[in-house]
């Protein structure tokens, strides 16, 4: 699958949670953002390990600078979601943190299909994002594997 694809495929996923979230009470809400971390930090790893690695090692000077943005954002989005297990206790600062959170990263989600992947898509050509996507298959299938290894 092309790289481009899995990830906006990861990123429905993830809105489609949001959307649960939006939808539930409090309890519901915490045990879904259990879930949308893990989902978080697999997609990020994803492209930061091997999309945006790529694109910084090949890539022009514009290229890079829109891939740091991004992975700045992954920062400050990770920052957020430690903030929100802290607060897993404080259940109005919880839904007040968790509302900001999803809010920000559908922003970013946003300006990732919008501005970087549009990008990439005039950089490389479609057999590069072919081969990103087999490693990320491969590397989300060595990732489920080892959990289930014990």
Do not use: C
Request: no cysteine.
């Amino acid at each position: 699958m092309n790289a481009l694809t899995l990830l906006i495929v990861e990123h429905e996923e993830l809105e489609a949670l949001f959307k649960q979230v939006e939808g539930s009470d409090l309890q519901t809400r915490k045990a879904l953002f259990v879930k949308i971390r893990a989902v978080i930090e697999a997609h990020a790893h994803l492209e930061e390990m091997i999309l945006y690695r790529y694109m910084l090692e090949t890539g022009e000077e514009d290229l890079r600078a829109v891939v740091n943005e991004g992975i700045e954002k992954h920062r400050k989005i990770k920052v957020f979601m430690q903030e929100i297990s802290s607060l897993r206790s404080d259940a109005e600062q919880f839904e007040e943190k968790l509302k900001v959170f999803m809010e920000f990263t559908r922003h970013h989600v946003e300006k990732e299909e919008t501005d970087i992947f549009t990008k990439i898509t005039k950089h490389f050509e479609p057999s590069v994002l072919y081969m990103l996507g087999a490693k990320m298959e491969a590397e989300m299938t060595w990732g489920e594997n080892r959990d289930h290894a014990g």
